[in-house]
């Protein structure tokens, strides 16, 4: 028992509630650090490849954080700073996809759940209707939500497809503390991986996945061109013979769709 008397204690206690509570935007139900989420990245994902039959064991811990992703009320999730909603989003993508898999594993490719006349990526299973009033594809998250409303072409190597063709899926989840650093690195690593991305200082060509022919418009609109954007996430070396493109070939890699697990 305290050994303060309650009526006393009272003020005390609604000063300390309403300090945290001023702290940061009221979220019930939502951790910024998303820990739920980076256990099951962590126990399940290596190098970006996913062991899928591993984490179906864990399925209701996927189904809890997706829960946690659920509750947030609006007002809540619009007080939150920038960093916080992008790493929502980038999250939500990457553990709705996830989930999508394990509902129709084994599969060869994501793309074998989509139906014949429709594409997986408008497949509406996305269900946060505490933020959206419908049922979201990936492409409503995507393309109607990460791309007009945060307008930072990083997003392109966070978001992953469950294909081998994609950035690798992170062995954590996205946090707004470190949401810079961990997608400037993510670009790094997808420029780096030599069977997605291959720059010929030698041959002055740049051999170059998909992704940058089909969102040239959004790394244009952040740099000025491809080539430029690249030389961001370039050793010095590299990004000075670069500059600004002139002169190099530009062509596009064949994009491997086969899912990306195990």
């Known amino acids: 028992m ?13 000063l300390l509630l309403g300090a ?10 939502l951790d910024p650090r998303h820990e739920t989420w980076t256990s099951l990245l962590g126990a399940f994902v290596r190098a970006g ?24 009320r609006p007002e809540a999730f619009e007080a939150l700073p920038r960093a916080d909603r992008l790493a929502y989003w980038i999250n939500a993508y990457n553990a709705f996809t996830v989930r999508l898999v394990l509902d129709h594993y084994p599969v060869k490719s994501i793309k074998d759940v989509g139906g ?14 505490n933020l959206r009033r419908e049922t979201l594809s990936l492409d409503d998250v995507e393309h109607g939500i990460l791309r007009p409303e945060f307008a930072d072409p990083r997003v392109h190597f966070a978001i992953v497809c469950a294909s081998k063709g994609c950035p ?17 690195d993510q670009a790094r690593r997808f420029l780096a991986d030599p069977g997605k ?21 959004d790394f244009e609109k952040a740099s000025g061109s491809v080539p430029r954007f690249l030389a961001r996430f370039l050793d010095a070396k590299r990004a000075a013979a670069i500059g600004d493109g002139k002169g190099f070939d530009v062509d596009y890699l064949d994009y491997d769709w086969t899912l990306n697990g195990k």
């Open 2 to 14: 305290s050994p303060f008397p309650l009526a006393r204690s009272l003020p005390l206690v609604s």
């Open 20 to 29: 945290l509570q001023g702290s940061r935007p009221s979220s019930p139900g």
């Open 49 to 72: 490849v996913v062991d899928y039959g591993g984490l179906r064991g864990r399925s209701a811990d996927l189904d809890s954080y997706l829960a946690e992703l659920r509750a947030i």
């Open 116 to 129: 014949v006349f429709r594409s997986v990526f408008k497949k509406e299973f996305i269900e946060l209707r």
């Open 168 to 184: 690798p899926l992170r062995s954590e989840a996205y946090r707004a503390a470190d949401l810079e650093a961990q997608l400037d």
């Open 197 to 217: 991305n291959r720059i010929a200082l030698e041959d002055r060509a740049l051999h170059l996945s998909p992704i940058f022919k089909w969102f040239r418009e």
